[in-house]
T-cell receptor, first 115, second 115 residues
Framework: GAVVSQHPSRVICKSGTSVKIECRSL??????MFWYRQFPKQSLMLMAT?????????EQGVEKDKFLINHASLTLSTLTVTSAHPEDSSFYIC???????????FGPGTRLTVL | GNSVTQMEGPVTLSEEAFLTINCTYT??????LFWYVQYPGEGLQLLLK?????DKGSNKGFEATYRKETTSFHLEKGSVQVSDSAVYFC??????????????FGSGTRLSIRP
């Protein structure tokens, strides 16, 4: 089946630093990738949708200058949390879609802890 | 806007018990409906889906029927196993006809099965 990986799986950083999270589709080309955020014991909240080669579309309330998304190829999207603060600590999950429709394959997630 | 409401957990059952996790939705149009499962330490996996009214999705002994009249998509299993212990998310797709769909998730229900 379709596999999506994320790296790193866990990261701890100091307040004020930037952190980059990678999302890769390993065995298919992903025209669209999605980034979600999941707080403890809560649901996944969509942050942004990115299509290969174009700018990401951010959901309302998500700061695009703080959460930089790059989808440079059909198998890789990156999320950079800039100037991270403790309130950015969360579980970040990506998903990848091969095209039109509603099929998304999810990565295992990245737990970010900002001290 | 579109939303999903599901039964709060945690739900604890004995092995071989009958399971129901309630899910209702609010949506314009005719979204697809999903149940995703997140096993401990793993990413989300699609458990089952239904794309139109009265469709029944099924997988691994789990079933859910798309009920338009009650806007519901309740998850059921006749006899649960310890290996079914996980967090279950009800979700719907916000269909994008020119791109991959957004998925809107419920809050998740943690299920624990006692041997």
């Amino acid at each position: 089946g379709a596999v999506v990986s994320q790296h790193p799986s866990r990261v701890i950083c100091k307040s004020g630093t930037s952190v980059k999270i990678e999302c890769r589709s390993l065995d298919f080309q992903a025209t669209t990738m999605f980034w979600y955020r999941q707080f403890p014991k809560q649901s996944l909240m969509l942050m942004a949708t990115s299509n290969e080669g174009s700018k990401a579309t951010y959901e309302q309330g998500v700061e695009k200058d703080k959460f930089l998304i790059n989808h440079a190829s059909l198998t890789l999207s990156t999320l950079t949390v800039t100037s991270a603060h403790p309130e950015d600590s969360s579980f970040y999950i990506c998903s990848a879609s091969p095209g039109l429709g509603d099929t998304q394959y999810f990565g295992p997630g990245t737990r970010l802890t900002v001290l | 806007g579109n939303s999903v409401t599901q039964m709060e957990g945690p739900v604890t059952l004995s092995e071989e018990a009958f399971l129901t996790i309630n899910c209702t939705y609010t949506a314009t149009g005719y979204p697809s409906l999903f149940w995703y499962v997140q096993y401990p330490g793993e990413g989300l996996q699609l458990l089952l889906k239904a794309t139109k009214a009265d469709d029944k999705g099924s997988n691994k002994g789990f079933e859910a029927t798309y009920r338009k009249e009650t806007t519901s998509f309740h998850l059921e299993k006749g006899s649960v196993q310890v290996s079914d212990s996980a967090v279950y998310f009800c979700a719907l797709s916000d269909l994008g006809y020119s791109s991959a769909s957004k998925i809107i998730f419920g809050s998740g229900t943690r299920l624990s099965i006692r041997p």
